[in-house]
């Protein structure tokens, strides 16, 4: 897997990359916030080494994928020219990935199980890590929306029982809520949603005061609501390639 970037897809990503920042800082001075606040993560799933390196060179250090095996080898790839890389996995976990995701992961975006929770302290003792987590909550049910199983997420005190699962694991630290807007729900209601969630949790765990949410398509939304973490992909990278 290369990590030389090609020099005309380095403008591509400099532009685009220069708008979407441009749209988190006008979405930030709408909230009264600083865009200091906010973390971009740019999502590559399905996209090059060397597009990640390019970015690397524009000043990303935050980068999601959602595919371990895709994930470890562009992590591997880039590990000697970018050693600074934060990864954050984004995508749904199996118990059997953790110990490989453990390896190179900052930050797991996807926590939605008690099971998951243990499995991914297992293998961060193992790899001699802590790894940031982000509970992932279902929005679906609260706002009367039709529930995806595919995209995962916990849903009413199950947010609070994996949290709490989260806060008690060794190698893990407990970093906030992750959420997606459900299909066809307005995604203002759906992060005000999110942000009331994580209003509850940090009654019982003040630190967890991180919210990743937001993707291209509503990520002002997301900033509105309080978000600290936007998971962009296609507005920085483009349409996404077909998966190999």
């Known amino acids: 897997m290369s990590g030389a970037p090609d020099p005309a897809r380095a403008r591509e990503l400099a532009g685009r990359l220069a708008a979407v920042r441009g749209r988190v800082a006008a979405a930030a001075a709408a909230a009264g916030r600083e865009p200091a606040e906010l973390t971009l993560v740019v999502v590559t799933k399905f996209f090059p080494a060397g597009d990640v390196a390019a970015l690397a060179a524009l000043g990303v250090r935050d980068v ?14 880039l590990e000697p020219a970018h050693p600074d890389l934060r990864w954050h996995f984004v995508g749904q976990l199996q118990t059997n ?20 929770a243990a499995a991914l302290s297992a293998a961060a003792g193992a790899a001699g890590r802590e790894l940031d987590c982000f509970v992932q909550v279902d929005l679906a049910a609260a706002l009367g929306a039709a529930v995806d199983p595919a995209r995962g997420g916990a ?15 060794p190698g893990l630290r407990l970093a906030g809520l992750m959420a997606v807007a459900p ?3 307005e ?11 994580g209003e509850r949790v940090r009654a019982e765990h003040p630190g967890a005061v991180l919210l990743s949410a937001g993707m291209s398509g509503d990520l002002e939304a997301a900033v509105a609501a ?3 973490h936007l ?12 998966a190999r």
Not at 67 to 77: F, I, P, S
């Open 226 to 228: 309080g978000a600290t």
């Open 64 to 77: 999601g994928e959602s595919r371990d095996q895709e994930a470890a080898a562009k992590a591997a790839a």
């Open 97 to 116: 990935k953790c110990r490989a995701v453990a390896r190179y992961a900052r930050a797991v975006h996807s926590v939605d199980r008690v099971r998951l």
């Open 183 to 185: 299909r066809g729900e």
């Open 187 to 197: 995604p203002a209601r759906a992060f005000a949603q999110l942000a009331r969630t």
């Open 231 to 242: 998971r962009v992909g296609s507005a920085v990278l483009g349409a996404r390639p077909a």
């Open 155 to 169: 849903a009413g005190a199950d947010v609070l029982r994996v949290a709490d699962a989260v806060a008690a694991a």
